[in-house]
């Protein structure tokens, strides 16, 4: 008697507990999507920075000597 009383209570928690699940699912593939493109966006700026870096180091590196120039005579 007191079973069946509880099993329309217990099959009713049951699948609230159930769509609760699938909700959090649900909510975590959502917010790993949304951090993912973060993360893709992130990864692009740092890659031109790392090249707008890369020219800015080049243009500041001073130039190899030119072998054809004369060379400057030593002090006497």
Same mark, same amino acid.
């Given at each position: 008697?007191?079973?069946?009383?509880l099993d329309?209570i217990r099959?009713?928690?049951? #699948?609230?507990? +159930?769509?609760?699940?699938i909700e959090?699912?649900? #909510?975590?593939? %959502?917010?790993?999507?949304? +951090?993912?493109?973060?993360?893709?966006?992130?990864?692009?700026? #740092?890659?031109? %920075?790392?090249? #707008?870096?890369?020219?800015?180091?080049?243009?500041?590196?001073?130039?190899?000597?030119?072998?054809?120039?004369?060379?400057?005579?030593?002090?006497?």
């Open positions: 008697m007191i079973e069946d009383t329309p099959r009713a928690l049951h #699948q609230d507990i +159930v769509n609760l699940h959090m699912l649900k #909510q975590f593939h %959502l917010y790993e999507t949304k +951090v993912m493109e973060r993360l893709a966006a992130h990864e692009e700026r #740092q890659a031109r %920075l790392e090249g #707008q870096l890369a020219t800015l180091q080049g243009a500041l590196r001073p130039a190899p000597p030119d072998p054809t120039a004369p060379r400057p005579l030593p002090p006497i």
